[in-house]
Structure formats: structure tokens, C-alpha cells
């Protein structure tokens, strides 16, 4: 059932031994020790790389759909209190009506933050099975994948980073090989939580830093990282070192997305405004230009005037009649 389940993703990962030897072949030929070595760990890290800049205008698409999506959660909560404890059909008809409409005006796609975490997951799968299977390629006792052959495999399986090899476990090393194994474990849920932490801390309106889906937000971000724990310690190392080069690049990526695209009325997204408004007054001294002050107030005076030039002024109020007694 389970060779039946990796062998849809045989295409995959027949194109990513080609990649990885394409990037080892490049290090080969700028100095690098050729067979076992070094440089087969940095063809896995570039292969993060490339799969990482192959996804990256969908980054773009999924960066401004998550914006939007944080930018309407307190309508979200007002169309939710609206609804809440309505269970009859129409009510509830009612109430996606509303949130769909609310998605279409927005132009947000729910899903659309899920794309890129979706489209990696083939490529995970893929890469555990070709790191999983350099052993018994090694061995002869399974057929080779792409550019790994018998002779590969062997290079490979002989690779070591610093006293782990890329296809070792942590169930099939001991003493110091356990000990790498677990720090980078560690880094990986380290990198994920502080990922979490500061998306909810930087980058969510103020609005939203409460009810019950901020508690959930707050809530994951301490406990999603723990489950590495439990999948690390069955994965190859040469699967860990794709997956923690994969957080470092999330992590370093989503940090430059809450600087530069922060979520309006955030935290984030105040400090982004400070930042402008600091950058211009400095263009406009270095031009010999009227500060934004300065500026206002020129443009308040300039309106006050022309409102005085054209006569407007408070109209009077009519005088009613005083009638005549009979």
C-alpha cells in the first residue's frame, strides 16, 4: 500500500536526484571533494533553494491574501456575533452569504494561504523517499531513481555531516549522533515558534488580539512546533537538514514580509507608517522642502481662504413673521 502511495510521486523525485546532482556536480567542479563529502548536504540545502524561489511568486499571492484575510477579522467577528446561536437554514445561509460576499469585495481567498505549504508537500514526500531509499540503492536491493544509481547512492550513503550520516535516524544512531540529531529537532521547533510568535505578536490588527480566534492563533504557536519532535526522530537526516534550511528560509521571509507588507492595523503595520513618515521628512530636508507640517498647515490656510474669497460663510437664519392680531 505504501510503495503503491511513493510511487505516484516517482516523477518528482526522479527530478529531484537530477537536481541534487546538478547542484553537487557544480560544487564538484569548483573545488569540492568529489565521492562523499560536504557537498552533497549542499546540494540538499540548494535544492530548498530552488524549490523555495521556484514557489515564490505564489509567496506573493499568498502574503497579500493572508493581509487581507487579518485586515477583515473584525468584520469576520461581527458577522459571526451576528449569527451566533442562529441554527435554523436561513440563518446560516444567510450568514455565508455574507462572508462570501465580504471574500469577493476583499478579493481574499481563503485557501490561498495554504497554496505553498501545499505544493511542498509532494516535494517532502518525495525527498523522504529518495533519502530513505539511498540505503537499499546502495545495497542493490532496490532499482536506482534518476541520477542515483547503485554508485551514487554509495557516495551518499557515505556522506556524513559532522558524525551523522544523511540517510541515518534517529533510531539508528547513538551517543553524539543522537545528540545532532536532536538539536537540530530543536532548531526546527525553535524557528517555527518564533515564526508563529511573531506573526501574532507583529502582524495581526489590534482588533483582532482577542476573542476566541486569537487565543486559538496564540495557542498554536506553542504547541504546532512540539509535533516536530515526534516526526524528526523518524525522518533521515538529509530530510532534517531540507526541513530546518526550509523554517530558516520561512522564518527570514515571513520577518521581511511583516517589515515591508505589514497588515494595516497592526503593530507592524504603525511602526511601517513611522518609518515613511520619518523617510520623507528626511527627503523633504535634504530638497529644501516644507515638512508634511508645514505642509498641512499651508494647505488648511489655502482652503481657508478660498472658502473666504466665494462668501462662505454661516448662513443667517430666517426671522419668522410675527402676525398681526386680529
Not at 190 to 197: A, N, S
Amino acid at each position: 500500500m505504501m510503495q503503491a502511495f511513493y510511487s505516484i510521486f516517482y516523477p518528482l523525485e526522479w527530478l529531484i536526484s537530477w537536481v541534487m546532482y546538478f547542484f553537487h556536480s557544480v560544487f564538484v567542479f569548483f573545488g569540492m571533494k568529489d565521492g562523499p563529502g560536504f557537498a552533497w548536504c549542499l546540494s540538499i540545502i540548494f535544492l530548498t533553494f530552488f524549490v523555495r524561489a521556484c514557489i515564490f511568486p505564489l509567496f506573493l499571492r499568498q502574503m497579500h491574501s493572508m493581509r487581507n484575510m487579518q485586515a477583515i477579522q473584525p468584520e469576520m467577528m461581527r458577522i459571526q456575533r451576528k449569527y451566533k446561536g442562529k441554527t435554523d437554514a436561513a440563518s446560516k445561509e444567510a450568514m455565508q452569504r455574507e462572508t462570501m460576499k465580504l471574500y469577493q469585495d476583499n478579493h481574499t481567498n481563503p485557501m490561498g494561504s495554504c497554496l505553498p505549504s501545499v505544493i511542498q508537500m509532494p516535494v517532502f514526500f518525495s525527498l523522504f523517499n529518495v533519502l530513505r531509499s539511498i540505503t537499499t540503492i546502495a545495497n542493490g536491493k532496490s532499482s536506482p531513481i534518476g541520477a542515483f544509481t547503485k554508485e551514487v547512492a554509495g557516495e551518499i550513503e557515505n556522506t556524513v555531516f559532522i558524525n551523522v550520516k544523511l540517510s541515518d535516524m534517529f533510531s539508528t544512531v547513538s551517543g553524539g549522533g543522537k545528540i545532532t540529531i536532536g538539536i537540530f529537532v530543536a532548531l526546527m521547533c525553535l524557528t517555527m515558534f518564533y515564526m508563529q510568535f511573531h506573526n501574532t505578536r507583529r502582524n495581526l490588527p489590534r482588533a483582532s488580539m482577542q476573542g476566541t480566534q486569537y487565543r486559538t492563533q496564540q495557542i498554536m504557536a506553542y504547541v504546532f512546533p512540539v509535533m516536530y519532535i515526534f516526526s524528526g526522530i523518524v525522518m533521515p537526516f538529509g530530510v532534517l537538514l531540507y526541513w530546518l534550511t526550509n523554517n530558516l528560509w520561512t522564518l527570514g521571509q515571513s520577518m521581511w514580509q511583516v517589515h515591508m507588507f505589514p497588515t494595516p492595523g497592526s503593530p507592524a503595520h504603525e511602526q511601517k507608517e513611522k518609518r515613511d513618515r520619518e523617510r520623507e521628512e528626511a527627503r523633504r530636508r535634504r530638497e529644501g522642502l516644507p515638512s508634511i507640517e508645514e505642509e498641512q498647515l499651508q494647505k488648511a490656510k489655502e482652503e481657508a481662504e478660498k472658502r473666504a474669497s466665494h462668501g462662505s460663510y454661516q448662513r443667517a437664519q430666517p426671522v419668522r413673521k410675527k402676525r398681526k392680531k386680529k
